[in-house]
Every structure is written in C-alpha cells, then in structure tokens.
C-alpha cells in the first residue's frame, strides 16, 4: 500500500511528492500534529515565528507570514510538501485573526482551505499520507500519552514563556510578528493574540497562579523541566522515539521543542533547560537538517539588529511609535471637526471665499442687532 | 516532613449519596484507592462544602497533621515526601510512561466527563444542577450551578473543546480506553506486579464511569468494550475494597452510586 512505502521513504521528502497542496502562510500542521484526535487541538499550538528557522509551529496567526516555508506534515510524510518562501507574495493580504485568518493552513484543490490542525491531518491521512502506519499499538496508545503530557505539562509553560513574560514578549515575540506583518495590522495584532493567549492561560491556571510570579515560576516551570528531562529519557540514544523512522510524536515534539531551542530569548530559563539536554538538541538539530534543509545555517539574523538598536526604548514604552501616531492622529481629527463645527472653516459650493467669511459676517450681524 | 502518618488523616468530598458529581467522585475514588494501596489510613468526610474548602478548589483533599492537601498529584508527592511511594521500583523510562500515562487520563477522561457533565444539556438539566446545587437553599442552588457551569464552559472554550459534540468526546474516550488497555495488555497492572498511582486513577476513573448511572449509558459502553479494563477495575475493587470491613468507604460508594444517580 502506498502509505508503507511513503513512510519508508525518508528522503523523499517531498519534492517528489507534489501534491497540489498550497500551503498558506506558515508553517506546519506538524506543530498540532497528534496520533489521532486527541482534544486540545489548534488553539492550543503556540504561535508560528515568521522567520524561517523555526518551521513547523501551527498556531494562530492572523497575519500573512511571508516565509511560509513547508516541511513534512505527519513527521514521516513525504507527502505534504509545502510551497517554499515566496509564499509571501501568494498571500493576500493581512489576515484578521478569526475565520479565515487561522494558521496553519492547507489549501487543496478540493476542498479550499483547510485550517485546523486536526482536520488537516484527517485530510492528509485520507489521501493515505500516514506516519503512524507501522507503529503498534502500544506505540500508538504511548503517542497519545505523551502528546498528552506535552499538552498539560509543557504547552502552557510555552506560551508563557513566549507571550507572557513581560521580557520575552516585548523583546523578542511582539517584534517577530511586527517585523513581517504588514502595516497596520501591525500595530494591533500582536497584542490581539497576546491578550488572547494570556486570558488562556488564565483560565487553565486560575488566578492564584497569574498573579504570583514566584509560585507559578517555581511550580510550572518545574513541571515543564520535569516534562522534559522526561522526554529526554524516553528519547534515551534513539534516533526517533520509535526507532528509526519518524512518526507522528517526533513532529509532535520536534514542533514543540524547535522555537524554544532556536529563539534567542532573553529570558531563558526553559531554554537553558532544554540546552543542558543534549539528546533533544541533538534530536532537533537533526529533524531540522533532515527536513528543513534550507532553514539551515544560523537563523534568526534579524532579530539581533532589531534587538539591539530598540532595547533601550522598549524597556521604556513598549506602544511608544504607536501612541505617538494616534495621538497626533486623534489631534488632527479633533481639530478639523471643531474647526468645522464652529463655522471656522466650512465648505460652500460655488463660493470663491473661504471660511474667513462667515465669522465676519456672523460679527457683522451681531453689531446690528446691538445697535 | 518527617513525621509519620497520623491515624486521624482524613479525606474530604462532597455529600456521596446526593451531591457529588461524576468527575469528583472519580477524583476522589482515585485517592483513597492511591491510599489503600500505599497502606495509609484515611477517613472519609462528606462535606456540602468541600470544594470551598479545598486550597486549590477541587476536591477531593485530604487534611493530615496540620497539612491540607489537595489533588491527586499534590497528594502522591506529599506521601512520598512522608517515605511511601509506589513508583520507586520503575526505572526512568517507565515513571516517564507513568507521568505521561496519567496526563492523558487528566487530559481525556476527566475532561471528557467534564463535558458530559456540564456541556451536554440533557445530563446538565437532569442530572447536574439538581445535584450540585441540592444542598443549599433556593435560590443559591441555581445561582451556583449556573456559575459553575459557565466557569466549566469557559475553560472548555480554552482549550478546544467547547466545538465537540458528544460523539466526539465518546469517540475520545474509546480511543484513551483503548490505549489504556493495549498499555495494559494481560498484566495484572500496569507496571506489572505492583499497583502504582498511575492504577489508582485508572481504577477511580474507570470504576466510577462504570457504576454510575447517567442519562444514557453510552459512557459506560465504551469502557466496558474493553474487557481487560473491566477486569482490572473488578481485581483492584476485591483487593483494596472489600478487604477492610470499618473502611469500606469504597464499596459504600460505589454502590450507592449505582443507586443514587439514578434520578
């Protein structure tokens, strides 16, 4: 059957496979990608980093991200292969974060855009693209678990560490997305998602958590190391969790643990973490040359620049440009309006004479009703 | 942490017989079995208001010395901060299955009848509010189902699964079912000779799934698909149940469930 022989096929990745899948903006189904339908699903992927290095991360995005770059869907599956960079140019325009604004995205000639993690792979899995054909099913019931373990445990910490630190987010998250999404929506949709993101975790954590730094530092962030030192034991020397050809968990986990190895955080507690366990890096660093060669090299070459030069005005007013621009904005609006609503300047068809007019002539009167 | 288990440890949750719900009783049956296996006696106390009670707001929670407790997880470090523990036979790839087993039953079960409870209308109107809120007076009981319900919904919302409709959720729970079950396979536990924390709350989940009565009986079904499940729930109930005849807390409320759910 096609499937065994696709899955074997490692190296073809898929070029050869051309299907006509478009693939929308960004990245990757294979951040969500999961065994089968387990619950928490797309709005639960961390947001996909516009810049290239980090590939496969679904997530929501509402804005074009430019450098959609594709990768194997189902880890294993030469089959998805996705449009490289360019992408930029063949979206439309910006996105609004709802509806049709999702990522990851699939459009397939058949059945339009498909936006959900899940679905996509439900799709991918129809057209007999299926990573997890030749597991057992004890390896298949370990998927589920540890996809499981990695929604509870390391997930939220994620976001966290991505949208909610105060540090991480201004510095580094925020000008990810401000940097490729396009004028005006720039402005306003990073906050959008980071609202979002941050009334998630509210409700997963409760309030208790949100309010006291230290005990969500000490408490959550120990069970995301502990999640993964134990992802590192399971992994043990192995080349993939289960052998040697990759599944579905390995692009579970790689999408996972990929933007957190990669991102030059500045506040990297998680990411030392993640450092220190040299079999994951490994892990990454080889699914990355594997699949994602032309993200090779060292990523992330803008955000240093960009770092460097704002740092000290962001510490300051992270909405600075932007409250700046809408106070002169709303300035302007609030002056022209008073001007015409009291006569100053109005706007008289087929008069030659401009506003000066009507004041004089409004004084004019008023002497002649004294009199 | 170094003082030894008193006698009067107690357990807290809310009334059996007309209060509590599914996924506490779940929760709660999960602890005492966790208890039973590690030898520590505990009393259970039916309270109307243990979850106001509890430090993190679910129940159950046990109150032991001058410590109060709450959860599962909380509960198993604590006792083995005391020197019990089940788990220290497994090596490090088997407590990383452990861990990561006992996730997906948090994930999928409990949230699963989460949702039966509070998201699917006919066990909502039936079953829930009448129950949630039956021991304080009207019009508070409504006002605290109502309150409760939104809360359970919002977090749903949260995390994806407010877009499911039931047959969903019962095909999620099949497929943990049957992953519960390949993992078990014919062993008599899941890390073979000895019953660990990963057990008991399989054992909570599934035993209370399986004798309570909810407005259909599609819940159960599912489970009882799995023959080496039902047979694990029965072995653990002979063993850790009916052999304490003062301390059957268990058996009492696993029958009473069977009755009193039915409404």
């Known amino acids: 059957m096609v499937p065994g022989d696709a899955v074997r096929d490692g190296a073809a990745r898929g070029d050869a496979e051309q299907r006509d899948a478009v693939r929308d903006g960004a990245r990757v189904p294979a951040a969500g990608t999961r065994q089968a339908q387990p619950p928490p699903s797309q709005g639960s992927a961390p947001p996909e980093p516009p810049v290239p290095p980090v590939p496969p991360r679904g997530g929501e995005g509402g804005g074009a991200v430019p450098c959609g770059s594709g990768s194997a869907e189902d880890g294993g599956a030469p089959g998805a292969v996705l449009l490289g960079r360019g992408l930029g140019a063949a979206l439309g325009g910006p996105r609004l974060p709802g509806r049709a604004g999702r990522l990851p995205a699939l459009r397939t000639r058949d059945e339009g855009t498909i936006s959900k993690t899940q679905q996509i792979i439900t799709h991918l899995r129809k057209q007999k693209y299926n990573a997890d054909y030749d597991l057992s099913a004890t390896q298949g019931a370990d998927t589920l678990a540890f996809v499981s373990l990695l929604e509870e445990k390391l997930l939220p910490v994620l976001i966290h560490t991505f949208w909610v630190d105060a540090k991480n987010y201004v510095e580094h998250t925020r000008k990810w997305y401000a940097e490729t999404v396009p004028f005006p929506l720039n402005f306003f949709l990073p906050n959008s998602m980071h609202k979002r993101h941050l009334e998630r975790l509210q409700l997963l954590w409760g309030d208790d958590y949100m309010e006291d730094e230290e005990k969500l530092e000490k408490e959550l962030y120990r069970d995301a190391r502990e999640c993964l030192t134990l992802l590192s034991q399971r992994l043990g020397s192995q080349k993939f969790f289960f052998g040697d050809s990759p599944a579905s968990l390995d692009a579970f986990v790689f999408s996972r643990l990929a933007p957190l190895l990669k991102a030059k955080l500045p506040n990297g507690k998680l990411q030392q973490h993640l450092k220190s366990l040299q079999n994951l890096c490994n892990y990454c660093t080889s699914i990355l040359s594997l699949y994602f060669p032309w993200d090779g090299g060292d990523p992330l070459t803008s955000t240093p620049r960009a770092a460097g030069a704002d740092g000290g005005e962001v510490e300051e007013d992270p909405h600075k440009r932007r409250n700046q621009l809408l106070s002169v904005l709303v300035g302007l609006a609030a002056m022209l309006g008073y001007a015409f609503l009291s006569g100053i300047v109005s706007i008289q068809r087929g008069s030659a004479g401009p506003g000066g007019r009507q004041p004089v002539a409004l004084e004019e009167e008023e002497e002649e009703e004294e009199e | ?263």
């Open chain 2, 1 to 263: 942490a170094a003082e030894p288990w008193p006698e009067n440890a107690v357990l807290y949750q809310q009334l059996k017989e007309e209060q509590i719900l599914l996924s506490d009783n779940a929760s709660s049956l999960a602890v005492q079995a966790f208890l039973q296996m590690c030898n520590l006696p505990i009393r259970v106390v039916c309270r109307a208001n243990a979850e106001y009670m509890s430090p993190s707001g679910k129940v159950p929670f046990i109150h032991v010395g001058n410590q109060v407790v709450s959860e599962l997880g909380p509960i198993v470090q604590f006792v083995k901060a005391k020197g019990h523990s089940l788990s220290d036979g497994l090596d490090e790839v088997q407590k990383a299955e452990m861990k990561a087993y006992m996730e997906l039953v948090n994930n999928m079960l409990l949230t699963a009848e989460l949702y039966l409870q509070w998201c699917d209308d006919v066990t909502v109107e039936e079953i829930t509010h009448p129950r949630y809120g039956s021991p304080y007076p009207w019009p508070l009981n409504h006002i605290l189902s109502y309150q409760k319900q939104w809360e359970v919904r919002r977090k749903m919302k949260a995390i994806g699964w407010a877009g499911k409709t039931l047959e969903q959720v019962l095909e999620d729970v099949d497929q943990c079912c049957q992953a519960l079950s390949q993992r078990l396979g014919t062993q008599l536990y899941f890390f073979n000779k000895q019953p660990t924390e990963l057990d008991a709350l399989v054992f909570g989940h599934l035993f209370t799934i399986l004798t309570t009565q909810l407005t259909t009986d599609e819940l159960s079904e599912k489970v009882k698909n799995y023959s080496n499940l039902t047979a694990f729930c029965r072995r653990i109930e002979q063993q850790y149940f009916e052999g304490h005849d003062r301390d059957s807390s268990a058996t009492v409320a696993a029958r009473s469930a069977k009755r009193s759910l039915l409404r």
